[in-house]
């Protein structure tokens, strides 16, 4: 979240061009209202960054094309930071835990500055027109169905992640000792993460990796056999994690990484690709995702889920 906590700090914004994002919105301060139309406004944009990655909404900038131009004469003096949380707690179900509001002092009256944490543990929050929002393109919208349930479900299972890297920015330079037609071994790192505020005690990793690569060395991973629903076209590798003796998976915890060393033959230099399967489970909770690296004239690439940049060639 930025520091905005004085006059200074809301010029600053104006003279580095910052711009609205996912996690920031401006408004001018008659957006602040006593009419019921501007209250419901008001706790509809709260929920929305709530339901999303959190944010701020500053009151008393004046803003072009989502870039802020200048500051206002500030909101009528009826509106006080205490008249805002009364509106936004009676207003909002259920209740937003952790919200800060920032009065600051303008050519007339007041702006605020709105911090919003992202919703853990109650999500998702409801606006005074019982539907839910999320913050997309700079503006709240209606959330989708299954957007509702996922939220519903992070609140009160575990949401792991896991996330592969390789190298420097993800590439990597294969590299032969004399006469040898394998390569030197590579290493794979595997980070695990958990976007829910409840603790995965008990989880599994799968790592699936290209058959074409060399057989890997097991570095913290056990061999496997494929998992329940998947062909045996893979090397298919497991970690698991038991609390106790393991540390249970928390949110705010750094993630420890894994890794796994690959080597690749020299017939496949030229131009291949390998693909690479997560799993990660945990008791309510399954997630799948497919990687890739692609090898061109023995440099490596390692491309993410969805990645439109990949292009096998295989």
């Known amino acids: 979240m930025l520091k905005l906590e004085n006059k200074a700090d809301l010029d600053r914004l104006i003279a580095e061009d910052i711009q609205e994002s996912l996690t920031l919105d401006y408004k001018a301060s008659p957006a602040l209202a006593k009419d019921s139309k501007s209250r419901d406004e008001l706790c509809k944009d709260v929920t929305a960054f709530a339901n999303s990655a959190g944010g701020q909404i500053v009151y008393g900038i004046e803003e072009d094309k989502h870039v802020p131009t200048k500051l206002d004469d500030g909101a009528d003096l009826s509106i006080t930071k205490e008249w805002i949380e009364q509106v936004i707690d009676s207003r909002v179900q259920p209740r937003i835990e952790?919200?800060?509001?920032?009065?600051?002092?303008?050519?007339k009256g007041l702006g605020f500055v709105i911090t919003i944490p992202q919703a853990t543990s109650r999500a998702p929050h409801q606006a005074p027109d019982k539907k839910y929002y999320k913050r997309q393109n700079f503006q709240s919208s209606p959330m989708e169905d299954y957007e509702i349930r996922d939220s519903l479900r992070r609140a009160t299972?575990?949401?792991?992640?896991?996330?592969?890297?390789?190298?420097?920015?993800?590439i990597a330079q294969l590299l032969f000792a004399h006469g040898q037609e394998v390569s030197r071994p590579l290493t794979l790192t595997v980070l695990v993460a958990n976007q829910s505020p409840q603790p995965a005690y008990h989880s599994v990793i799968y790592l699936g990796l290209d058959p074409d690569f060399s057989l890997p060395v097991n570095v913290g991973f056990d061999r496997a056999g494929p998992p329940a629903g998947y062909a045996a076209d893979k090397i298919w590798f497991l970690k698991r994690f038991t609390s106790p003796p393991d540390q249970p998976i928390f949110?705010?915890?750094t993630p420890n990484p894994l890794s796994l060393n690959f080597s690749i033959a020299s017939k496949y230099i030229a131009s291949s690709y390998f693909d690479i399967t997560t799993i990660v489970q945990t008791p309510g909770y399954t997630a799948t995702d497919h990687w890739a690296i692609a090898c061109n004239n023995a440099l490596l690439k390692l491309y993410g889920p969805n990645d439109p940049n990949w292009m096998p060639t295989k």
């Open 157 to 170: 299972t575990p949401s792991l992640q896991i996330t592969l890297s390789m190298g420097v920015n993800n």
């Open 98 to 107: 952790g919200l800060v509001i920032t009065p600051i002092q303008l050519a």
């Open 251 to 253: 949110q705010e915890a």
